[in-house]
């Protein structure tokens, strides 16, 4: 059983910026990906960024040059640092965890932090 846990959201100006933090805990024989998805009113869950255990990235257009994703293996944890913020930005932010145990391949979904950005 894997838990895990976000925070860091929280209400800023546009222009601003917040540091998201995931961490996943329980028995993991090693994480595959992590990944931020976000998800607006009435809109469907949008992946924002992700990172591989070797450490390769991809971001959504929508963010790149703003958002950083990164990862403290030894700690099971991902970061999203979230620079130049817009209100289009304002989102729940949810944390996909993809781990392996033994014999098999698994996710959990951390339970999402509101990001509300606004004048």
């Known amino acids: 059983q894997v838990l895990v846990v976000e925070s860091g959201g929280g209400l800023v100006q546009p222009g601003g910026s917040l540091r998201l933090s995931c961490a996943a805990s329980?028995?993991?024989?090693?994480?595959?990906?992590m990944s931020w998805y976000r998800q607006a009113p009435g809109k469907q869950l949008e992946l924002v960024a992700a990172i591989t255990e070797g450490g390769s990235t991809n971001y959504a257009d929508s963010v790149k040059g703003r958002f950083t994703i990164s990862r403290d293996n030894a700690k099971n944890t991902v970061y999203l640092q979230m620079n130049s913020l817009k209100p289009e930005d304002t989102a729940v932010y949810y944390c996909?965890?993809?781990?392996?145990?033994?014999?098999?391949?698994?996710?959990?979904w951390g339970q999402g932090t509101q990001v509300t950005v606004s004048p």
């Open positions: 996909n965890v993809v781990y392996r145990q033994i014999g098999t391949t698994r996710d959990s």
């Open positions: 329980g028995t993991i024989f090693g994480i595959n990906a």
